[in-house]
């Protein structure tokens, strides 16, 4: 018993001294619970509803004051002049209310008794998120409220649901950009901070710099490297998905684009944090503090209009949220617009860190 008594002090000891025994041990546990718990017991965050008022009467008015007051959404006007549909499309909307020109008319025309059938509302939106259970349950109160407001017995208002594309999404759908996001990231971020550590560990970069090769060559070299090999994962990924889902969502060229810029990114990312990397163990706790936030926060598994707005906030500040976004934007959305925008803020990320990395890492130290 003495014996293993003693393996067990001495084994626990420079286990809990291994910055990834720790790190697992401690830091792990608490930083789900925390983001977790954050993110599930925070008091529920009110929707933006884009709303498109064709009507403007007073029974219309009404309806967008009643959605107001529901607690459940804050109403976002969407110009008149736009179509609904196209509008969607354009901005990656979720979920959008169209209430139809002469709704007032038309309601004022039933309770005469000169109308028949119902006064129909128009609610675009994607069943399999999230968010749009909150926005369903908030319009057909509203519309409960407004019926009742009429008249107390059968009611002169409904709505009806529309999908916003012409292809009927499902969740794995809007799953899968998140899958290559988070794919994309730990294989450029997590293999470079361990190459970085273990190179400066064992004296690599000093003979490195002994040899022609510069670092920003050295560092073009391992963008070239995983940018061929995510395009490998980015197609199996793909293909498995299609097999055994049958998923709708697309490979765009924009697509194909963002991985090589979303490598881009993460190596550069790596390489930088191996400026402050002394051995192995500090890179992997390093890259596991940086990334499994990222993991959970941009968007990968849930909508991040989901979270409280502090949380929000913290997810827009995280590189990986812009490329979940833009491969969203032009795999599920058809939004080329807004894909090229995230794709360009990715690119402009990875230039800094690019930058930073190739002036501020030495070879020689």
């Known amino acids: ?109 039933r309770q005469s008794g000169n109308g028949t059938g119902l006064v129909n509302l128009t609610l675009y939106g994607d069943p399999s998120q999230s968010t749009f259970g909150t926005a369903n349950a908030a319009v057909n109160a509203a519309v409960t409220v407004l019926n009742f407001n009429l ?36 294989n450029s971020l997590y293999s470079m901070t361990s190459i970085c550590a273990s190179y400066k560990s064992r004296g690599y970069f000093k003979l490195l710099a002994t040899t022609k090769i510069k670092k920003y060559e050295w560092l073009v070299s391992k963008f070239v490297f995983y940018s061929l090999l995510l395009y490998a994962s ?31 990114l993460f190596v550069s990312l790596g390489m930088l944090l191996g400026v402050v990397i002394k051995d192995p163990e500090s890179g992997a706790a390093i890259s596991n503090v940086i990334g499994f936030p990222m993991m959970f926060l941009s968007g990968s598994f849930w909508p991040i209009d989901s979270m409280p707005m502090y949380m929000q906030a913290i997810a827009r500040a995280m590189p990986l949220t812009y490329f979940n976004e833009g491969l969203r934007d032009t795999m599920v959305y058809g939004n080329t617009g ?14 800094v860190f690019f930058v930073l990395a190739s002036k501020l890492m030495s070879w020689k130290e």
């Open 338 to 351: 807004g894909s090229m925008l995230n794709l360009s803020v990715v690119v402009l990320i990875g230039i």
């Open 1 to 109: 018993m003495s014996r293993i008594a003693a393996d067990i002090k001495y084994f626990g000891i420079g286990y809990l001294r291994s910055k990834t025994g720790a790190f697992f041990a401690f830091f792990f546990p608490i930083l789900l619970i925390l983001l977790f718990g954050a993110i599930f017991t925070a008091t529920p965050t009110k929707l933006n509803l884009p709303v498109q008022n064709l009507d403007d009467g007073p029974y219309s008015q009404a309806l967008i004051s009643i959605l107001n007051g529901t607690g459940l959404v804050n109403v976002q006007e969407v110009p008149a002049n736009e179509d609904i549909a196209t509008y969607i499309q354009n901005h990656s909307l979720a979920m959008a209310l169209l209430i139809p020109q002469d709704f007032t008319k038309d309601i004022i025309a």
């Open 234 to 264: 980015l197609f199996v990924t793909f293909a498995i998905g299609k097999a055994a889902f049958n998923i709708e969502a697309t490979l765009t060229p924009l697509s194909l684009l963002l991985i090589p810029a979303g490598a881009f």
């Open 151 to 186: 008249t107390s017995t059968s009611p002169l208002v409904s709505y009806g649901l529309k999908s916003p594309g012409t292809k009927p999404f499902s969740y794995i759908d809007f799953f899968v950009p998140g899958v290559v996001g988070i794919t994309v990231m730990t």
